[in-house]
């Protein structure tokens, strides 16, 4: 790591093609909007070589080129893979988005990565949905490190931040949350504001100073010990209390002093191990400066103290027919398994997806199998089918730079799968098998859309397919009951980004239409009718007459016909006529125009003609006598109502809650969880819940989630039915 005595930096630039999984380290980087992540992965590649000043990196790209990243990350919506080079190691640096709505570009980035930074921004602190995802990271045991940024604000308190990040993170242990190195600060300009100019090593006691440009190392005064001895001492007993050597402690209570590589040695350990999460610094470099602060530092204990692929269980792997299959750890000579965790589209050269690779070997122009995963919930249709690997290239902004394989464990971008979608498998052709996908967020926001022109409808079917087929976060429903085209997204953002891309990407202008649910109506009460459908004008006549009772029945009952016909007063053949008349005014609604369910029709009478009876009559005499039976009792209109369950800070749980029943809903219960939050469950009709996924985000503060589904249907509350009437009489 950065604080061995007497470390350097090795070989460094842009990474090639691996060939072992020990010399490839795969890092998500983590962090809120701002916090300052594609900042540092181009400070992290400027020191490591792969990017220049002067305007120049390696195969001709230009530091505009990896402003492209920038920008686009700036805007909050791509995962983008940079690959380094550091001591002879890849590094596949991963950057997220930052903002909540693009949740699921983050999940790819956790599923691909081995191990994660936590950015976090000296001057903004810890946000509700960073604290999450260090959770998600938890819970699976995902080695992390922690990175504080914006040092020179003014605002900006290293000490102060370790603070909020051992209380935010170390919750279980605080002790495991601890700073590696302390800011070495610079004289204090006219506003008394003193600048980060390097950085003290705790471990070797030695001094990192940036201030020129390049890094430097020197020794600290007598008087600049004492200031650091605090720290250096809490760190040793962290790093001592998770190490393996139980007789660590005993030797360093009893005052024996441990040396400096027996202490970094069990730190890279405890980090790799998912145990002690280190806190370190980093700042861009200053104008014409070479390296930026802290990333030497940084570049060293991702190198040395975060995991190999080979450390990593690879996710559940079987056969498409489900049948489980045991794979060797991250083998480059195994059978092939990789996994699409990011799928775009390129105007030159079409999708491009971004693969990582958990075993064998993944080579240019083999043919592969592709299998899905069944999210045809989410518009997405099953894959089973073979295809045609195009080039393999490690991305840098613009530029590809082309690979000539990719091993177990590393990452690489693979052209023309036209098939293949985001969190699709990849496998060999002749042994096809399927990875257990990772949890994708469920879109809870719904967008009503219907295209602009004819031509844009012409369109729109397949801008759509090839929207979805790229972020799996999004649902595509043709809603039956609604006849809307409605796209689910994660919130505005998000649906601003998939409403842009449609435009400018496939050519679909769409217009957003008010978001329907699904209502239905009911009886109320007990209710009879006659269908009476005469007409005689010269030549063949019409002629039938039926008499129903209509009475309601219990929630999910759907529409029950009963014939009690006696005497033969309507002729056999023309009973299906009348059921057949019933179930199709039924679903045009009796009221409002909604479908009506959960009724008894019992058709009791009626009468016939010998000659001007027909299937068509009674079918019309059916409908009659429902409209009629609804004429003579109150109808209830009926509202999809939906389990809510949110997961809220205690802080907010009130608000949440007021909020809820102000939306009409019944909070049932509440139930306290880990991490000072609390589970509400509530039913709360659909109605009420369009918008809930933007409306709850700012009551909480970004620091709530919540699921839904669908519980029943049950009757409005008058008042709301009539307004419901009045907007339906109006359209």
């Known amino acids: 790591m950065g604080d061995k005595a007497n470390a350097h930096p090795g070989a460094a630039g842009r990474?090639?093609?691996?060939?072992?999984?020990t010399s490839v380290r795969n890092v998500v980087l983590v962090g809120h909007s701002g916090s300052g992540k594609t900042t540092l992965?181009?400070?992290?590649?400027?020191?490591a070589g792969a990017l220049n000043r002067a305007g120049r990196v390696e195969d001709g790209a230009t530091v505009s080129d990896y402003?492209?990243?920038?920008?686009?990350?700036?805007?909050s919506v791509q995962l983008?893979?940079?690959?380094?080079?550091?001591?002879?190691?890849?590094?596949?640096?991963?950057?997220?988005p930052g903002y909540a709505d693009f949740v699921g570009e983050l999940r790819a980035g956790l599923r691909a990565a081995d191990a994660a930074l936590f950015v976090v921004s000296a001057s903004d602190g810890v946000d509700g949905s960073t604290r999450m995802v260090w959770e998600e990271c938890a819970a699976v045991g995902m080695p992390r490190a922690i990175v504080v940024t914006h040092l020179e604000?003014?605002?900006?308190?290293?000490?102060?931040?370790?603070?909020?990040?051992a209380e935010a993170f170390g919750a279980d242990d605080p002790d495991a949350v601890l700073p590696l190195y302390l800011p070495l600060h610079g004289p204090a300009g006219p506003d008394g504001h003193a600048p980060v100019t390097g950085l003290i090593g705790l471990l070797s006691q030695t001094l990192f100073d940036y201030s020129s440009g390049a890094r430097t190392e020197s020794q600290p005064g007598a008087d600049q010990l004492p200031l650091i001895e605090e720290a250096r001492n809490r760190l040793i007993e962290g790093i001592i209390a998770e190490s393996e050597d139980e007789t660590l402690m005993d030797r360093y209570v009893g005052g024996e002093p441990i040396d400096v590589k027996t202490l970094v040695d069990d730190l890279e350990r405890a980090v790799a191990r998912g145990i002690f999460f280190p806190v370190l610094a980093a700042a861009p470099a200053a104008a014409g400066a070479r390296q930026g602060l802290g990333t030497v530092e940084l570049l060293e204990l991702v190198t040395g103290g975060f995991p190999t692929p080979l450390e990593r269980q690879a996710p559940r792997v079987t056969t498409v027919d489900g049948r489980p299959r045991e794979l060797k750890l991250c083998d480059p000579g195994g059978p092939l398994v990789a996994e699409v965790v990011k799928t775009a589209s390129d105007p030159y050269v079409g999708r491009v997806s971004l693969v990582r690779v958990f075993s064998g070997t993944l080579r240019p122009d083999e043919t592969v199998h592709v299998s899905g995963h069944g999210l045809a919930d989410r518009g997405h249709e099953d894959h089973d089918v073979d295809e045609r690997v195009g080039a393999l290239s490690a991305p840098f902004g613009k530029q590809q730079r082309v690979l000539s394989h990719c091993i177990a464990g590393d990452l690489a971008s693979v052209a023309k799968l036209n098939r293949a979608e985001t969190g699709d498998t990849l496998s060999a052709k002749d042994d096809p098998l399927l990875m257990e996908p990772w949890q994708m967020p469920d879109p809870l926001l719904p967008l009503a859309i219907q295209a602009h022109s004819k031509a844009d409808e012409d369109k729109?079917?397949?801008g759509l397919s090839r929207l979805v087929a790229e972020d799996p976060t999004m649902r595509l429903e043709q809603n039956q009951s609604t006849h809307q085209v409605v796209l689910w997204c994660l919130?505005?953002?998000?649906?601003?980004?998939?409403?842009?891309?449609?435009?400018?990407?496939?050519g679909v202008q769409v217009d957003l239409v008010p978001h329907k649910v699904s209502l239905r109506e009911t009886f109320a009460d007990r209710s009879a009718g006659r269908g009476r459908h005469v007409k005689q004008s010269g030549g063949h006549g019409q002629y039938a007459i039926c008499e129903i009772e209509v009475e309601p029945l219990p929630n999910g009952s759907g529409i029950e016909f009963v014939d009690k016909v006696v005497g033969g007063a309507v002729p056999r053949q023309f009973i299906p006529s009348v059921e057949k008349g019933v179930r199709a005014q039924a679903g045009k609604g009796v009221a409002a125009g909604y479908p009506l369910v959960d009724v008894r029709v019992t058709l009791l009478d009626g009468k016939a003609h010998s000659v001007d009876s027909s299937d068509a009559a009674f079918q019309t005499a059916g409908a009659l006598a429902l409209r009629e039976a609804a004429s003579d009792t109150r109808i209830h209109l009926l509202e999809p109502v939906a389990e809510v369950t949110v997961l809220v800070g205690d802080?907010?749980?009130?608000?949440?809650?007021?909020d809820l029943s102000g939306r009409r809903g019944r909070v049932l219960g509440t139930e306290q969880t880990s991490g000072g939050r609390t589970l509400v469950r509530a039913e709360v009709p659909e109605i009420e819940i369009g918008r809930y996924a933007v409306d709850l985000r700012s009551l909480s503060h970004g620091t709530a989630r919540f699921d839904r589904a669908y519980a029943r249907h049950e009757p409005m509350p008058p008042q709301v039915a009539e307004r419901v009437r009045e907007q339906a009489g109006d359209g």
């Open 651 to 658: 802080d907010y749980v009130g608000a949440v809650m007021s």
């Open 15 to 21: 990474a090639a093609a691996a060939d072992h999984p």
């Open 80 to 96: 983008s893979l940079v690959p380094v080079e550091w001591n002879g190691i890849k590094v596949n640096l991963l950057d997220t």
């Open 41 to 47: 992965v181009e400070a992290l590649a400027l020191t």
């Open 460 to 462: 729109l079917s397949q």
């Open 491 to 506: 919130g505005e953002a998000h649906a601003d980004v998939a409403l842009e891309r449609l435009r400018t990407r496939y």
């Open 153 to 165: 604000s003014a605002r900006a308190d290293f000490g102060e931040m370790t603070r909020i990040c």
């Open 67 to 75: 402003d492209e990243i920038e920008h686009r990350q700036q805007r």
